[in-house]
């Protein structure tokens, strides 16, 4: 079974910084492009950036010049750096992964992000 945990969530002040990890693990070999998506209660899951196996990136507009996502192919990871956070950034955040040999997407469980003061 593939499994990917998310990591480093919490709660931030207004204009403080976070790092999300995310960890693939299991029965997955290959892996494709990778994204972080967010969903905040009563809304729909939505892309907040994505990454492909050759490092070429896509933000949405409302964190471009705030979030930086990266990722290590070789250990299987995933990080997005969150700068300058909003309240409006407040949000369960999820990694997806493509997995190439089954042609498919894997999610994780996701991890909370509470900006608040």
């Known amino acids: 079974q593939v499994q990917l945990v998310e990591s480093g969530g919490g709660l931030v002040q207004p204009g403080g910084s976070l790092r999300l990890s995310c960890a693939a693990s299991g029965n997955i070999f290959s892996i494709g492009t990778m994204s972080w998506h967010r969903q905040a209660p009563g809304k729909e899951r939505e892309l907040v950036a994505r990454i492909t196996t050759g490092g070429d990136t896509n933000y949405a507009d409302s964190v471009k010049g705030r979030f930086t996502i990266s990722r290590d192919n070789a250990k299987k990871t995933m990080t997005l750096q969150m700068n300058n956070l909003k309240p409006e950034d407040t949000a369960v955040y999820y990694c997806?992964?493509?997995?190439?040999?089954?042609?498919?997407?894997?999610w994780g469980q996701g991890t909370l992000v509470t900006v608040s003061s």
């Open positions: 997806r992964v493509v997995d190439v040999d089954n042609y498919r997407g894997v």
